[in-house]
């Protein structure tokens, strides 16, 4: 298995993805609602990089049934039903129903795996499960968001911990690059938890817009056993 991860989508070039596995992680907070959102009964999201593509995603689909959501700045677009904090996607708000979603980082990380085998959005949420579904792929690519093009250690971690469980389960030789590495390391610093997430730059921006709650919900690890593939721009949760 070759495994590589990217710190940013910016990072992403062509042979990376090709014939490759690309797991995406925007932990705080797009791939958290995410997988949220289809353990509750989404039928489908929708991942669109500007307001204006979301906006037109929803008008060419069944307008009764399509939820537009997602942020800028952490807060929910006007005119949006949802922002992009876990908790609003409950089963109530969400099940049955397909998602557009928009937001600052994990739509535009989403976007530059398109050219991946199989593409899975993963969190803290879902770690396990994904970590377990591939374990038989050949070559593997961790995306991180980031936030705003750079760096971001609540990305970073995750991308660690869900490689730490890759390597624990794995048969056969394993070729890792160095930003792997230094994930899996960052990773065996950092437990899994809210407090950490505070102490990032993205937890911090969350605290300053009164949205810190969502924080406790972003680092519950392994909180589904649930596996999201996005095919054609489209995610949904294929059938066992």
Do not use: Y
């Not at 929708?46 to 952490?74: H, M």
């Not at 050219?115 to 899975?120: T, Y």
């Not at 959005?121 to 050949?138: K, Q, T, Y």
């Amino acid at each position: 298995m070759r495994l590589r991860v990217c710190f940013t989508p910016a990072e992403v070039r062509a042979d990376d993805v090709e014939g490759a596995c690309a797991i995406v992680i925007d932990v705080v907070r797009a791939t958290s609602c995410i997988v949220e959102a289809m353990a509750n009964g989404a039928e489908a999201i929708l991942p669109a990089v500007t307001v204006e593509e979301a906006v037109r995603l929803r008008d060419a689909s069944d307008g009764d049934r399509v939820l537009l959501c997602g942020e800028r700045q952490g807060l929910r677009i006007e005119g949006f039903d949802l922002g992009n904090s876990p908790a609003e996607f409950t089963a109530g708000a969400v099940g049955g129903r397909r998602l557009v979603m928009t937001t600052t980082n994990g739509t535009k990380a989403l976007a530059a795996a398109q050219q991946a085998e199989r593409i899975l959005p993963a969190s803290f949420m879902n770690l396990g499960a994904v970590a377990e579904a591939v374990l038989g792929d050949r070559a593997v690519v961790v995306i991180c968001a980031g936030k705003a093009g750079r760096f971001a250690m609540d990305d970073a971690v995750c991308a660690g911990h869900l490689l730490r469980r890759v390597l624990d389960g794995v048969a056969g030789p394993v070729v890792i690059d160095e930003r792997a590495r230094a994930a899996v390391d960052l990773a065996g610093i950092h437990e899994v938890s809210a407090e950490m997430l505070t102490r990032t730059e993205a937890g911090r921006a969350l605290v300053e817009v009164g949205l810190g709650g969502d924080l406790a919900l972003c680092a519950s690890a392994d909180r589904h056993k649930i596996v999201p593939m996005m095919r054609d721009r489209i995610i949904t949760v294929p059938s066992p």
